[in-house]
């Protein structure tokens, strides 16, 4: 166990972000690690509690957020052997559960630490960053590879559709236990919304490539411009492979429909997002570009992709950025209604908000409140937005209308599912828990499963769906 006392000793550290005023000038990522005694002291104060709810993702109190890490990451015992400085035992242990952990231990959003045994009274154990000093040290020591190695081949032959953290984590379980494995991508870049959704300063596209071309050196193909379904039929596949993993992610945005929505400057997000991650790639993320100046943004969506899109918009230079978000604050505390373990669901402040609140006095968020119209000038370009205040059944309060400057709406609203059109191709009508589903050679897992989620999720389900199919395809050999 790490020190007993640890959570006496050591206050909670997390990895520093850098000061806004440096980060806001380029595309770098957010925060710098620790040093390693201090990592060190960070995993001391892990108690190896009794019951370590941090472990197990569970859904207490509903369905509003997980509580625990939805992956069962083996959090105390990898804590414990980064207390004792044994690093390529956490490693191993780590990466028992979690195939990517580079990912995660910079962008989850750390349910395991809002309901550790120590956030009851206190702060939670800082165990997101400690992932993340495992894994970046596995990587600098050349421990990773060679795990992705199989000891034998089979002769099986696996196609996974689509190449985020799902699609990764399945191919990375599938050829550790042997079998030939090809991702098929239809963007030009492997990650899936690791490399075209997330920005940099969240996760550097060298982390996301470092892992493609690791998975790359271990025997994974990789095939990018190719759509399946428009590319390279269902029928195409099923010659080529034994089985199927679909992890195409739920990629339908949620419209606006207000009127005005065909004018020029109102985006989905994520095409926004994109292309700002593509324009770093092509210019370096040393400095910012100047491509928004003079140019008022809001935001339609509150959550973590609209603060994404604030963040970027900034370094772009935008003259202004607005976030407007339908739903009413949330309490500063947790509510008696919310204890812990749950997720807490309280108002925090997200870093593109934090930058944004450094560059510009006026107000920026605007909660409870519903955009109705975008006004547009006589070419068809955006020139502002009418907005409406609205009441907990989301009804217009009368006497609150507005309109605001806004050059570019970003629609950061969330997504409705996965493409359908998909599914059909192969026939796929029912997915069921364990990942099959009515076509036998077919599994589907991720976000193209469960809807918009986590990286965490999309990880854990693409490990287990490999299992599934080795499982399956080992019976088979077995009859
Ligand atoms: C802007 C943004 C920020 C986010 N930030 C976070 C965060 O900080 N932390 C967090 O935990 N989660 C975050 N998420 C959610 C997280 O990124 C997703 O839950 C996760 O990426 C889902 O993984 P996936 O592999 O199922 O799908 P995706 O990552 O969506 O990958 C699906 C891939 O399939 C490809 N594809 C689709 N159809 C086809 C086809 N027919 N043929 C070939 N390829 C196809 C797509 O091009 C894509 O590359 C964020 C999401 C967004 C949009
Ligand atoms: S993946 Fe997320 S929930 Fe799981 S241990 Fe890492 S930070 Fe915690």
Redesign the pocket.
Known sequence: MADPFGFLKYPRKDNPYRPVEERITDWEELQTPLEETERQEQAARCMSCGIPFCHTGVFYGGKRAVSGCPNDNLIPEWNDLVYRGEYKKAWERLSRTNPIPEM?GR???APCEKSCTEALNGSGVAIHDNERFIIDTAFDNDWVRPTGIPESRTDFQIAI???????LSAAWRLNQLGHNVTI????DRF????????PNM?LDKDVVQRRIDVMMEVGIKFVAN?????DKTAEELYAEFDRVII?????VPRDLKAPGRELEGVRF??DY?TEATKDVLKHGKGATSRKLEGKHVVVIGGG??GN?CLASAIRQGAASVKQLEITPILPEQRTPANPWPEYPMVDKEGYGQAEAHFVQAEQLTYYSTSTTKFLGAERGQLIAIETVEVDNQFQPVEGTEKRMKADLVLLAMG?TGP?HS?LAEFGVSEILDDYTTNNERVFV????KRG???????IRE?RLAAENVDAQLRALVAQ
């Open positions: 995660t962008v989850c959003p559709v689509g190449s985020g953290p799902a699609g098929f991508e239809r963007s990650g899936g919304l690791l490399m075209y959704g997330i969240k190719t759509e399946i379904g428009t992890t195409s992610g739920a990629s997000a994520v997002l973590d992709t994404d997504f493409e998909l897992a991720g976000d193209a918009p989620s986590l990286v965490i999720w999309a693409g």
